[in-house]
């Protein structure tokens, strides 16, 4: 059974803070992804990684960085916690494009579970 | 980003179908996918069709797709109170890019 967690659920931090959201997956996936999402507005994608210490700018990066070090982690950094930054933060992984049905194919997207951050 | 597009909201009597409506602007898309979200919930895949594909059911699922509208529907026969979610449509050309839409919140009235 394929599996994305995250590390924390919830998370309060405050301004100014360094804030590191984690994110594991099983399924030795080359793609990593993280939004944020805000009620009205969907997912936005806000970085993504096709392969370990790779990384491409999503819709909106600004305020944030991410590195992946290991295949199967891929973390979320918020360098200076500011409030417009809470928000629901998901992680979702997929394999690189190749034949067979989606639901086998690894090039669905498979999402964690979310992180609730709150800054104050 | 490419623009994907959902109604926010629909409410539907438990026991009636529910029709939930997505409209897209990439005509290359290879895969188009619906999503449902729980409540507190990360995205949990529901379905999806190729984009040679009309229509697919799945048992109380179907997906409608209007290629030359660019237009996805989902459509949920029998809803009961537990398909109360957030439902977004999703589209992909290569799998490495996905498109999301905003996610229409459907709540079903007992």
């Known amino acids: 059974d394929v599996k994305v967690t995250q590390s924390s659920r919830y998370l309060v931090k405050r301004t100014g803070e360094k804030v590191f959201l984690e994110c594991v997956q099983d399924m030795d996936h080359e793609n990593m992804f993280w939004y944020r999402q805000d009620p009205g507005l969907g997912l936005r994608l806000i970085y993504f990684?096709?392969?370990?210490?790779?990384?491409e700018k999503g819709d909106i990066p600004e305020g944030y960085s991410v590195s992946r070090e290991k295949k199967e982690r891929f973390s979320l950094i918020l360098e200076s916690a500011s409030t417009n930054q809470t928000s629901m933060y998901l992680c979702?992984?997929?394999?690189?494009?190749?034949?067979?049905?989606?639901?086998?194919?690894?090039?669905?997207?498979?999402f964690g579970p979310g992180t609730r951050l709150t800054v104050l | 980003g490419e623009d994907v597009e959902q109604s926010l909201f629909l409410s539907v009597r438990e026991g009636d179908s529910s029709v939930i409506n997505c409209t897209y602007t990439?005509?290359?898309?290879?895969?188009l996918y619906w999503y449902k979200q729980e409540p507190g919930a990360g995205l949990q895949l529901l379905t999806y069709i190729f984009s040679n594909m009309d229509m697919k059911q799945d048992q109380r699922l179907t997906v409608l797709l209007n290629k030359k509208d660019k237009h996805l529907s989902l459509r949920i026969a029998d809803t009961q109170t537990g398909d109360s979610a957030i439902y977004f449509c999703a589209e992909s050309m290569t799998g490495n890019q996905f498109y999301f839409g905003t996610g229409t919140s459907l709540t079903v009235i007992p």
């Open positions: 979702a992984s997929s394999s690189i494009a190749g034949t067979g049905l989606p639901s086998t194919r690894t090039d669905t997207q498979y």
């Open positions: 990684s096709y392969d370990v210490k790779m990384k």
């Open positions: 990439d005509s290359s898309s290879t895969y």
